[in-house]
């Protein structure tokens, strides 16, 4: 099959002369030269760019990098390798209170419940909680049985958490259990598939096998809704409050299940913009229905093309080639990381006009950061969005543990 590529070289040279400015068109944070060094370059002082958040560098624990983080307006938290939690000042990065633990397994990563102020992770088979405000312990669950948690979410209050699936029955548990205190609120058999994500927003609750959606009810836990039969679902991307079924990214073949928009409350088939032509590798979803789905080749998915569909108006907007990479939405634009083998734009972030494309102009024109060291293809970065308005964004670097705070591009 050949690969269709569409580069937009033009608008990421571009940005090159633009690389450093600040969101308020303000001078660009310091910028460390990159070091021979195993270690990544610190910065010793923040630098402000708007409002409480700076632009800064921290380094991480090798516990913390073995984790993952989380951010909320006020700050960052990350949970480490043994279930303990490290809360960093907005300001500065630096360590505000430590939540120690020593469990041993597979971490099902980190979620963050603002509202409530907790930032809750899973250990094997142990869920712990930490106060957001004072650093302390919230409270702790363990499992009755010897099955280990996988994957986590939170919405309305209530966090969320699927145990190892079985692989044979493709079933596993899922519990609720209310995010202030960790009282346990509900548990049901689900069907679910490792890798598939789990989604809750407006009083629902969503599971996907591989092939089907099922929702439950956020209060008790009882099936509301299930995908119809005929509409095939090997991989649902979820975000704000859409359901959209693509192909799977474990396929090996050449042809995919057709990309279908569910209904949140029925959950049957909607307008959909187009089948997509390459694999769909990952996706983001924003909060006003713009999908930004990675695609690439069967076989190799470490180029190809960011292609972005208006789920509400039924239509393709806009494509650029990539490099594979994290993405996320934040203040209202699309950000990744620039390909890893453009020599004139490598290690950067940037930022794309959901609507307007690679080819907006004006306040909707592409921009970049600066190039970091954390932002290397080699580092593995990811982004960690602190939501809202505030103009800033995390990356996470893992091969040599830190993070950088730096405002969007």
């Known amino acids: 099959m050949t690969r269709r590529i569409l580069v937009v070289g033009a608008a990421l040279l571009a940005l090159a002369g633009c690389a450093g400015n600040t969101a308020s068109g303000g001078p660009s944070p310091a910028v460390s030269r990159p070091s021979r060094a195993s270690e990544p370059t610190v910065e010793t002082t923040s630098t402000t760019v708007s409002g409480p958040w700076r632009a800064w560098t921290a380094s991480l624990s090798r516990q913390e990098a073995r984790g993952s983080c989380g951010a909320t307006a006020h700050q960052v938290v990350c949970a480490t390798g043994s279930g ?9 990065g630096r360590v505000t209170w430590t939540v120690p633990a020593d469990d041993h ?3 099902a990563g980190l979620v963050v419940d603002a509202a409530d102020e907790r930032a809750v992770t899973a250990i094997a088979g142990v869920l712990r909680a930490a106060n957001l405000r004072t650093g302390a312990q919230a409270w702790t669950d363990r499992l009755p049985t010897r099955s280990a948690y996988a994957v986590l979410g939170t919405a309305d209050g209530v966090v969320y958490a699927l145990d190892t699936p079985d692989p044979t029955s493709h079933t596993a548990v899922l519990d609720a259990v209310r995010a202030s205190d960790g009282t346990p609120l509900w548990h049901r058999t689900v069907a679910w598939s490792t890798g598939e994500p789990l989604a809750a927003f407006r009083g629902r609750v969503y599971t996907a096998d591989g092939a089907r ?3 439950r009810d956020a209060r008790t836990g009882a099936t509301v809704a299930t995908s119809p039969p005929g509409v095939a679902c090997p991989h649902l991307v979820t975000g704000g409050h859409y ?3 693509t192909g799977s990214p474990l396929s090996a073949g050449d042809t995919f299940a057709r990309m279908r928009r569910l209904d949140p409350v029925t959950l049957r088939p909607l307008p959909t913009p187009r089948n997509t032509v390459d694999k769909p590798v990952r996706g983001v979803i924003s909060d006003d229905g713009v999908l930004v789905l990675y695609e690439a080749g069967a076989e190799d998915t470490s180029a190809g093309n960011w292609f972005a569909y208006d789920l509400e108006n039924d239509r393709r907007l806009w494509s650029t080639y ?7 939405v934040a203040d209202g634009r699309f950000v990744t990381f620039t390909p890893r083998n453009d020599f004139t734009t490598r290690s950067r972030v940037i930022t794309i006009d959901l609507h307007a494309g690679p080819r907006g102009t004006g306040t909707a024109a592409p921009r970049m950061s600066a190039a970091y060291s954390q932002t290397r293809g080699g580092e593995y ?4 969005a602190p939501g809202g308005d505030t103009g800033h964004v995390v990356v996470l670097a893992r091969t040599h543990g830190s993070l950088r705070s730096l405002p969007l591009p």
């Open 84 to 92: 303990g939690f490290v809360g960093r000042s907005r300001a500065d």
């Open 105 to 107: 397994g597979k971490s």
């Open 213 to 215: 959606v099922t929702a």
């Open 243 to 245: 359901l959209v079924c």
């Open 322 to 328: 990539a490099t594979e990479a994290d993405a996320t």
């Open 381 to 384: 970065p990811v982004f960690v």
